[in-house]
């Protein structure tokens, strides 16, 4: 353990300097690391490379186990599972069959084809960290998806870590897998809740009970002789069964998380090495796969399963990475001799370079929608959106409330209370659940021109937006539609801008209370108040702000 002191002073070191200079010019994390990897490969020995990175995928593994809650899935379960099935069938069966022409045996275009099949849920979630999308539908087939694979990746690499492939071989790892699985589950059911009861209100307590628990099923995989991240996998669905202070566990991780993420990520970087020809045409292949046609395989599945477009390339563009598993994978290979070194050399710097190309993605999505929609015939069927939703067709002179969370709901209410007539759009389905209390309400992107249409835009009063995303503002703004616009934003620059580009009004919290909005609104929806008059006042309180500023 002393000998991995000295490269991890290393890393954060010089991942700490590297990331001073990038935060200045908006550079995101991932990429900086990799290039930090880059920069310390050749002070970091190779095994000590390899088993720092099992490690931080091991502890990134238990993290986003305790927060995923397959609960969260339920909306989308069925159709994820297709599109991960799809993904690991055509995208897998494809590049084996290309590794077999490339003159690779089997069981290295079992690796190839992995690295192809498989996405990264660590790399998706570091991206996600902070985005508004999580909890819409699109963030959650990306969750859901992610989640489907890593499952079948488990199973994988329980497979081709038998010591010999036999079916005795193959079924006594399975069967270590299975036993470690099974422990979990009942630790979940039966146990955990009496070790959260005896940990009291301790925050510390329940911290450390998490961590404890990472540590036993590491030691138990280890002990059965198969990789640490199978046990840390296992120890993170032990523990994602909502509890009353599961945020203090999460918010504890964080720093972990932090943490792990710099060394997984830095040793991404640190594997790359000068790759041979053979190796580049490899990830070349390998590349072209993961950032164009797999994408593609995604968007016409989700399209053929009735989602909008720009649903269904919003999700693909968080699935267009080297998972961490298949990284695993190829490390475990490494480690028993069993792959090619330009298969190996292919995968790490595919890996890297789609960690990186996916920031871009994430980051200019909307872009990307855009010039897709516009070159590729993406037509949807549109059956999840008539499916859940209900809206007379004969609606005028309506409020369209865009978002159904407090402020939504509470906008609601105010609706009915005048006798408005109104329509709810939401994207998230647990908000939605709730909105399909009232007659009209859509389940749809208020980005998409399907779901304004449906809502009879061009006739409505008035269009409220509860959520911060501008995205949503932007295209709401851009309506062509005689309805009085109020939109919300965190921020008093942003608010200010959007009141400069026609918005009626634009809710800043930290200026305004619910109850006091939603008396606003009941004044114009009244008549007893000029909606320009309202609007001068919010300018004026903006101007004063932001020369306080």
């Known amino acids: 353990m002393v000998e991995l002191l000295t490269p991890l002073g290393a890393i954060f070191i010089a991942a700490a300097l590297f990331l001073i200079v990038a935060t200045r010019v908006g550079i995101p994390a991932v990429p900086v690391y990799i290039i930090v990897g880059l920069f310390l490969a050749p002070f970091i020995p190779q095994g000590t490379t390899l088993e720092l990175a099992q490690w931080g995928v091991a502890f990134l593994v238990f993290t986003f186990g305790v927060e995923v809650e ?9 159709d994820s599972e297709h599109v991960a099935a799809l993904q690991v069938l055509l995208i897998g069966s494809l590049v084996f069959g290309l590794g077999l022409v490339f003159g690779l045996d089997t069981l290295n275009a079992v690796y190839f084809a992995s690295a192809a099949a498989l ?4 790399v998706g979630r570091e991206l996600a960290v902070h985005d508004i999308r999580r909890n819409l539908i699109q963030g959650r087939l990306i969750s859901s998806i992610h989640f489907a694979q890593d499952l079948f990746a488990v199973v994988l690499i329980l497979v081709l870590s038998a010591d ?16 470690i699985l099974l422990v979990a589950a009942l630790v979940r059911v039966y146990l955990f809740d009496v070790l959260v009861s005896l940990s009291g209100d301790s925050d510390e307590l329940i911290i450390l009970t998490g961590v404890a628990l990472l540590l036993g099923f590491i030691s138990l995989a280890e002990m059965t002789g198969i990789s640490i991240v199978i046990g840390a996998f296992a ?12 945020l203090a566990l999460e918010a504890g991780l964080e720093s972990f998380d932090d943490f792990f993420a710099a060394i997984f990520f830095v040793t991404v970087g640190s594997l790359i090495t000068i790759p041979t020809t053979r190796a580049l045409l490899f990830a070349a292949v390998l590349f072209l796969v993961i950032v164009v046609l797999k994408p593609l395989v995604t968007i016409y599945a989700l399209l053929y399963q009735g989602y909008e477009t720009r649903t269904a390339s919003l999700t693909s563009f968080g699935l267009d990475q080297v998972s961490e598993f298949a990284l695993i994978i190829a490390i475990q290979a490494l480690i028993l001799g069993r792959i090619q070194p330009d298969v190996f050399e292919a995968i790490i710097l595919v890996a890297a370079l789609t960690m990186i190309t996916s920031t871009v993605t994430r980051q200019y999505s909307e872009p990307l929608y855009r010039v897709l929609s516009k070159r590729l015939p993406l037509e949807s069927t549109h059956s999840k959106l008539n499916s859940r939703s209900s809206v007379d067709s004969s609606l005028r002179d309506h409020v369209i409330i865009v978002g159904y969370g407090r402020l939504g709901t509470l906008a609601a ?37 399907e779901t304004l249409q449906r809502a009879n835009a061009d006739t409505a009063r008035l269009i409220l937006s509860t959520v911060d995303d501008p995205r ?24 200010d801008r959007l009141l400069g580009a026609g918005a009626s009004y634009v809710i800043v919290p930290d200026f305004l ?17 000029s909606l320009e008059q309202w609007r001068l006042q919010n300018k004026h309180r903006l101007h004063e702000e932001l020369e306080f500023r």
Not at 416 to 444: C, K, R, Y
């Open 472 to 495: 949503v503002s932007k295209r709401i703004l851009g309506l062509d539609t005689e309805a009085d616009v109020v939109l919300r934003s965190n921020r008093v620059d942003e608010a």
């Open 235 to 246: 120890a993170g669905l032990a523990i994602t069964r909502e509890f009353p202070d599961k």
């Open 513 to 529: 209370a619910s109850e006091q909005l939603l008396e606003k609104i009941r004044t114009v929806l009244t008549d007893d108040v």
């Open 119 to 122: 996405s990264s849920s660590l």
């Open 413 to 449: 209410q105010t609706c009915e209370e005048e006798d408005q007539p109104f329509v709810v759009i939401d994207h998230d389905p647990d908000h939605h659940e709730l909105a399909t209390n009232h007659e009209n309400h859509i389940f749809g992107d208020a980005v998409s021109n």
């Open 70 to 78: 397959p609960g969260r899935f339920r909306a989308v379960a069925r």
């Open 164 to 179: 010999v492939f036999t079916p005795d071989g193959i079924a006594l790892k399975l069967g270590y897998g299975v036993v």
